[in-house]
């Protein structure tokens, strides 16, 4: 079965630098996007992405986020500069009719 | 105000003891509403999409149905594998490009 694929599983960084976090969304899927779930809190919205442009985004994605679509296959959140309230595991979804989404195993960030 | 409100938090059940989760919803023009299981560390696995009240599905054990403000996740004789964190997610009718979560029921099935 296709399967969204997310690397690395887990990242440590010291606060203050830039992490990417990478996502291989499913083949023909057209929809993408990156939702956050802080330790014991809910899955939250970050950003949607269609068409090789953001279609939404939370409040929460503010000018330290940034997403990219860099070739035909990859799916990128940058942080630009973490904080500690950055840690969280980092969902990215693809879609092929923005409905259903299917969902990586994540990529879980630790600043310290 | 929270779009999506799960209940119960926790549910510990006896394997073979049949029970049902609660999703109550409060967006304007519901487009879909969606039941996700995610395990420990792990992505949120989708289950069901359900889209009008009165619509039901099922998956095993599972039976999912709809009516105009919630949803309910009936668990008939769950086994230890069933237990998981049960997610219903909704999305409005006039914002497609994203998911309201709830923050979930934990349900633990003991043997």
């Known amino acids: 079965e296709p399967e969204v694929t997310q690397t690395p599983s887990h990242q440590v960084t010291q606060m203050g630098q830039e992490v990417i976090l990478r996502c291989v969304p499913i083949?023909?899927?057209?929809?993408f996007y990156w939702y956050r779930q802080i330790l014991g809190q809910k899955v939250e919205f970050l950003v949607s992405f269609y068409n090789n442009e953001i279609s939404e985004k939370s409040e929460i994605f503010d000018d330290q986020f940034s997403v990219e679509r860099p070739d035909g296959s990859n799916f990128t959140l940058k942080i630009r500069s973490t904080k500690l309230e950055d840690s969280a595991m980092y969902f990215c979804a693809s879609s092929v009719d923005s409905s259903g989404y299917t969902f990586g195993s994540g990529t879980r960030l630790t600043v310290v | 105000e929270d779009q999506v409100t799960q209940s119960p938090e926790a549910l510990r059940l006896q394997e073979g003891e049949s029970s049902s989760l609660n999703c109550s919803y409060t967006?304007?023009?519901?487009?879909?509403l969606f039941w996700y299981r995610q395990d420990p560390g792990k992505g949120p696995e989708f289950l069901f999409t359900l889209y009008s009240a009165g619509e039901e599905k099922e998956k095993e054990r599972l039976k999912a149905t709809l009516t105009k403000k919630e949803s309910f996740l009936h668990i008939t004789a769950p086994k230890p594998e069933d237990s998981a964190t049960y997610l219903c997610a909704v999305q409005e009718g006039n914002n497609f490009n994203k998911f309201y979560f709830g923050s979930g029921t934990k349900l633990n099935v003991k043997p």
């Open positions: 083949s023909n899927h057209l929809y």
């Open positions: 967006v304007s023009g519901l487009r879909g």
